[in-house]
């Protein structure tokens, strides 16, 4: 079909109808081509219109002279309960020179699913009157997927939120910088943001959107929290949602979960970037030994078109926490991690730790030797660990020292400063594969965590350290060894350092790019008593280039012995009556721990 033009009169219209169509199934889509073409060949725009809705729902629209080429329309309509039909029309205010056309119209998976003769398993609902056979985790979404609204039928309302009428029991933060702004129809801004909702599929219907434009900066960030969840237990608790990312300046929308209030948690995922103009549905599993939140957090892009929309939230097989209204707030030491409330009943000194068990004493030089003294080893346990890989998004004691002289834990909103943080390959967009590891060194695969220095933050000279708690007393023996991924253009450098009270030296250091691979990194500690360890990583002149580490592990660390017992024919006793491995003597390293295995004597 294309317009033939006729005549010049003022506000002429074009109009093409369809027929008229009963209802359709939640996965419904329209797509078409298209032909737009001519100096003054204006606007054209494809109509939702629906009974008992006096205004109809814009679903498309071609503003200008798009080239002498067919072009591709894939509009999502999903379902519609309703009789509807579609109007295609054609506005000229005047002046019409150009050609207009349409071709080759297509629904797909428009029909409700069929009946089933049986539906049986777990996993499966039975719809009532529709007898469809459907998947367990589209029942109670705020989507009718039966066509008979049996699958939301006896749903908790507190457990859903389409916006229409609010938001629930969802709040917004108020420790971002801005709200997310409740809207019917279109956002404000052309070629960015939905045009309807989720819910209804019409310009009729709610739902929250972010709103890029100005007064918003780059890394703005608006957060949404839902209400307080139970622990999961055994069980599996599932949030559903449906967000809208159309834009050519769309940045990120991410998603954490916390069960602590001043922290933003661990990231459960998060999207990049631009993702057409449809609504798409998104699943997350989240389990939780603790009471918990989720927060939605989206994050303004470099321009206006970056608006970011959300709908249809929903959580399935999940408790609302009936306790406090509030989550804790963790209190930290100097090494970031909890101080307990209590300790049991003892008689230790200052000078003395307490186990916390058994209330027994040990000297403090023992916290933190590597080796437990403790029955429970709770004189380990706020201490760097001897192996990290981070696969539990576990950092073992690893902290940034420069974010404890922030107030609170508020820098966990700071975004914009060169600083390590936990990554994965499965969470590269496109190209930053070029500066940042693909895969972790402990599983090899895209799924595996690793640290990494984010050079997309900050300026050229930053420093990002990373440092251990401090460590009472080492082995002779002791090393550090770690995996490094030091990749790009402009990467900059790796130094280990050593920090005791008044003094930092430098153990180890590298600069510049070392391929796209995990390089084996060894460092001798030796003896060494009330020390830190701490990984500096240096920005260079780019975000071109990220330095990453995996796997450290402490090796032969805690201190020597005595075992009481006299030394063996093969062993060398020395002076302080330490049992060494005749091997050992001189060989440059006081094994000893006073020197004497070296000493110019033997």
């Known amino acids: 079909m294309f317009i033939l033009k006729n005549r010049n009169s003022i506000s002429q219209i074009a109009r093409l109808q369809s027929p008229k169509f009963r209802q359709t199934g939640s996965n419904c889509t329209l797509s078409f081509w298209y032909y737009n073409y001519g100096q003054s060949v204006g606007a054209a725009e494809l109509q939702l219109l629906v009974d008992g809705l006096n205004h109809p729902t ?20 999903g379902r519609l309960p309703h009789p509807f039909q579609f109007s295609l029309e054609k506005i000229s205010l005047g002046f019409y020179d150009g050609v207009s056309a349409i071709d080759d119209i297509r629904f797909e998976n428009c029909a409700l699913p069929p009946p089933a003769l049986s539906c049986e398993g777990p996993n499966y609902f039975w719809c009532r009157e529709t007898k469809a056979c459907i998947d367990k985790l589209l029942v109670c979404d705020l989507v009718d997927n039966c066509g008979d609204g049996s699958d939301e039928d006896n749903c908790n309302p507190d457990l859903q939120c389409n916006f229409e009428n609010g938001l629930c029991n969802w709040e917004q933060s108020v420790k971002d910088d801005f709200d997310w702004i409740r809207i019917q129809g279109p956002t404000p801004t052309v070629n960015t943001g939905p045009l309807k909702d ?13 709103e890029s434009s100005e007064p918003r900066q780059f890394q703005d960030n608006a957060v949404l929290l839902s209400p307080l969840f139970n622990p999961s237990g055994n ?10 990312m159309f834009g050519k300046q769309v940045y990120t929308l991410s998603v954490f979960q916390r069960t602590v209030s001043n922290t933003m948690g661990w990231l459960l995922w998060y999207k990049f970037g631009n993702q057409e103009n449809r609504w798409i549905r998104q699943t997350l599993y989240i389990s939780s030994s603790k009471p918990f939140q989720i927060m939605v957090k989206g994050t303004v892009g470099d321009g206006f078109t970056g608006d970011i929309g959300l709908d249809d939230m929903s959580f399935l097989g999940c408790t609302l926490y009936n306790g406090k209204r509030n989550l804790p707030t963790i209190s930290t030491t100097t090494t970031g991690t909890s101080v307990p409330a209590t300790l049991p009943m003892n008689n230790c000194t200052e000078k003395e730790f307490v186990c916390r068990a058994s209330g027994h004493c040990i000297q403090m030089s023992q916290k933190c ?14 201490c760097v660990m001897e192996v990290c890989d981070f696969e539990d998004k576990n950092q ?134 009330n020390f830190q360890v701490i990984f500096r990583a240096k920005r260079g002149v780019s975000y071109m280039g990220d330095v990453a580490v995996d796997d450290i592990t402490f090796e032969d660390c805690s201190p020597l012995l005595i075992s009481g017992k006299p030394c063996t024919s093969e062993e060398f006793t020395c002076a302080n009556k330490y049992c060494i491995p005749k091997n050992n003597l001189c060989d440059f390293v006081n094994d000893c721990a006073d020197n004497s295995d070296e000493s110019p004597t033997i």
């Open 58 to 77: 814009v679903l498309w629209r071609t503003y200008y002279n798009e080239g002498n080429q067919w072009l591709k329309a894939v509009i999502q309509l």
């Open 198 to 210: 989720h819910t209804t599929g019409t310009a009729r219907g709610h739902y929250l959107y972010m």
């Open 235 to 244: 069980g599996t608790c599932v949030f559903r949602f449906h967000y809208h």
């Open 369 to 382: 030797d590597f080796r437990p003294d403790c029955s429970d080893k709770s004189d380990e346990s706020a």
């Open 396 to 529: 073992c004691g690893w902290h940034q020292p420069a974010f404890e002289q922030m107030s609170g834990n508020y820098f966990i909103y700071i975004t914009d400063i060169f600083k390590w943080k936990l990554g994965r390959g499965a969470k590269l967009y496109p190209e930053q594969e070029q500066h940042r590891p693909l895969t972790d060194h402990t599983t090899c695969t895209e799924e595996g965590w690793y640290l990494f220095a984010d050079s997309s933050y900050g300026e050229y000279g930053h420093t990002a350290d990373l440092a251990t708690p401090v460590i009472s007393l080492t082995g002779p023996r002791c090393k550090i060894i770690f995996w490094n991924h030091m990749h790009g253009s402009t990467v900059g450098s790796l130094e280990v350092l050593c920090k005791t009270s008044n003094r930092t030296s430098k153990m180890w250091t590298q600069i510049g790019s070392q391929g796209p691979q995990w390089n084996r990194a060894e460092v001798f500690l030796g003896i060494r008593s």
